[in-house]
């Protein structure tokens, strides 16, 4: 914050001048604050280092998948035969522009989540309410500062996309040359788009904003509506991996519906005709336009959304509709604990969707894989070893929801003190946190391990197993979390509360899941298929293996929970940021 304020009071008075236009200087007094904000990071030593390589890994990991899956399907696909004839020139259109308008997709909704934060949650919005910046010039600076943001997510997606078709099909430098030019004029094109978007969904989002079940509800039916569409992607997968002949799919029907709707899909389809040579001079006279209209409409709606949101950072939020409730008689004090933190939790849309709305959707994200996973295994190795897997997987999705744990103290933010200074013993404080959790780790886990007991993948008994240990892990994840925040706890500034940045102890919790989930998992997979290999009886090693790992984190887990837990409470005085 020091740095903030130090850089801001630097260029306060560059700001001045005639109001209206955009200021040039202030765009660059404004992006150089921005540039060393993010550097004041490494040198106050808050770098998410954990969480950086996760990300580079996971980003990866991605490329990876996509590039070998993505060039096998290609070249399946180019071989498609319409009318008894294959024809390369209009698979390769189509295909690029399937591809292009997903990653126009993503990279909108990525830019109206990005222009949102900047423009109504960014916590410097009061300072520059008060300073002598007009909205425009604050309107370009951020603008520019989204687009470096995205130009990056281009290059990687874009270059990604355009090298493996490179790979599969062959192409001239022309083509180098245009993936290049693609690659500066998407970014224009989806932060237009976004920015035309923002107000729409700031609309919808102050309609929901205590509608807390109606959003609940909806935010819960588009992630599994995601997971289901990432199944049938699974699913594809599969067919591809284990040989069977996917190009039957596509027959004269199916080929013919793809390409009425591919050549409706502006502005994608432009990106797909540049790349393949096709009406090349309109095709770049449309994507200008497509920019420059985007551009100008932004700018033009940029006087009310702006103006408003300065205005609303300024003066907060307005007074809540929910109706006063008075207390009208004692009740325990670990039920209204409990209560605190659910209602923290469900009034929250982040906290919402983090943690209810990825532990309600787990179960489905566990039976998806299965079913892609077993039958994998069973025809690539001979296995037979849902148990095993499944044990995989409802500890490593098991940890990847316990992830909301990782604020349990923290997203309290100041009313950690006022619980803190309440006649409540630090036990009560910590064990009602811990509840919470559990329990809805514990409905999340059983609904895992029904669904796999009644789509047949294990056994009643077996799946009562997968329950035990998965609720286990998630004691495990949960205090270790609930705990390391405790050590780091980082309160938020915000009148709210409320936690907008993922920290160090979130990277620490998803490695630690992930560190359990292939140590368990891998383990009791590698001696299964190496007694197969042997041909001797496996017996139960699974269950003792499995089953005893579980209970020693757990003690372990709550050994570090409750380790001078006590002194460490009421000595407590950080929060700091």
Known sequence: MNVRNETIRRYAAVGRGKRGGVKLRTVRALLRKGKEERQSQFRAGRFDFLGFLLRLVLVAAIVVLFVVFFGQFTEMYIGVKTAGRTDVFARATELLTILYTAVLAGMVIGGVGQLGRELFTADDMKIFSAMPINARTLFVARL??????????????????????????????????????????????????????????????????????????LVTALLGGGFWLYSIILGGVKELLLGDNIRYFFNESVMNTVGKVCSWLYPARWFANIMTGSEFVWSWVGLVLVALVSILLSLLIIRRILTRALQARNEGYSSSMLKTTYLTEKGGKLPALLKKEFLLIFRTPSYMFSYLSVAFIMPLMVYFCMDVGASLVENLIGLDSNLELALFLTILFGALTNIFCATNISRDGEMFYTVKAMPLSYKTVFFSKIVLCLIVTAISQVASAVILAVAGIVGAWDALFIFAVGLLFGFVNIAVATRYDFNHAKFSTEDDGEIKESSGTVSTVIVMGMVLSFAVGGAVFVLKLMAQLRQFEYGALTYLLAGGLAIVAAALAAFYLLFRLKRKYYEFSGGGI
């Open 144 to 217: 520019l500062s989204i687009y470096r943001g995205q130009l990056v997510i281009a290059l990687v997606a874009v270059l990604t996309v355009n090298a493996t078709f490179a790979w599969k099909v062959g192409v001239t430098a022309a083509f180098w040359l245009m993936t290049v030019g693609i690659c500066f004029l998407l970014p224009l094109i989806t932060i237009g788009i976004a920015a035309v978007l923002v107000p729409v969904v700031q609309v919808v989002k102050k309609f929901l904003r205590e509608r807390y079940v109606l959003m609940f509800i």
